[in-house]
């Protein structure tokens, strides 16, 4: 990572930022840049998790630009209900704060349906999530789909599958 944090990577096997939110007080994630990238055959691209626990952890100012998929599960994903093997975490909200973060100029293809996935806290939305010229389809041919739940953001350019922001 560069010191302004800025991250350059050409060909990467996983990016994750996470696990947020494991502890109750955690400092949080901010102006990361993402660019020229390109994820083949991965569980998951360009990701954000956090536990589903109560934190004060915030993940914002996060750019992911220029980045292509080749036949990945989850191209573009937040996930804030992450509790792996339901322990310590079942039923509970992440507190931590997902805001700002853009997908832009991001294109390939899913291995699975749902391409673009926000799956955000009833407690701590996501908000200001921006998809730009994203176009990911489902095995190369067939149209993909979104899923956004408790997220809010915007969409502009060509974007496909269609926003559910």
Same mark, same amino acid.
Request: glycine share 8%; with cysteine.
């Given at each position: 990572?560069?010191?302004?944090?800025?991250?350059?990577?050409?060909?990467?096997?996983?990016?994750?930022?996470?696990?947020?939110?494991?502890? @109750?007080?955690?400092?949080?994630?901010?102006?990361?840049?993402?660019?020229?990238?390109?994820?083949?055959?991965?569980?998951?691209?360009?990701?954000?998790?956090?536990?589903?626990?109560?934190?004060?952890?915030?993940?914002?100012?996060?750019?992911?630009?220029?980045?292509?998929?080749?036949?990945?599960?989850?191209?573009?994903?937040? %996930?804030?209900?992450?509790? #792996?093997?339901?322990?310590?975490?079942?039923?509970?909200? $992440?507190?931590?704060?997902?805001? %700002?973060?853009?997908?832009?100029?991001?294109?390939?293809?899913?291995?699975?349906?749902?391409?673009?996935?926000?799956?955000? $806290?009833?407690?701590? #939305?996501?908000?200001?999530? $921006?998809?730009?010229?994203?176009? @990911?389809?489902?095995?190369?041919?067939?149209?993909?789909?979104?899923?956004?739940?408790?997220?809010?953001? $915007?969409?502009?350019? @060509?974007?496909? #599958?269609?926003?559910?922001?």
């Amino acid at each position: 990572m560069t010191p302004n944090g800025a991250l350059a990577i050409f060909a990467i096997k996983l990016l994750s930022i996470g696990s947020l939110g494991k502890e @109750l007080k955690e400092a949080g994630v901010q102006n990361v840049t993402v660019k020229t990238a390109t994820f083949r055959g991965t569980q998951n691209g360009l990701r954000i998790k956090s536990w589903g626990r109560p934190s004060s952890g915030f993940a914002r100012n996060i750019l992911f630009q220029h980045v292509v998929m080749i036949n990945v599960q989850n191209p573009i994903i937040i %996930d804030q209900n992450y509790c #792996p093997n339901n322990k310590n975490c079942p039923g509970q909200d $992440s507190g931590v704060k997902v805001s %700002d973060a853009t997908y832009q100029d991001i294109h390939g293809t899913s291995a699975t349906e749902v391409a673009v996935k926000f799956d955000c $806290s009833s407690k701590s #939305p996501c908000n200001n999530i $921006s998809l730009q010229d994203v176009k @990911l389809t489902y095995k190369n041919v067939l149209p993909a789909q979104a899923s956004c739940n408790h997220a809010a953001g $915007s969409a502009s350019g @060509l974007v496909q #599958p269609s926003s559910c922001l």
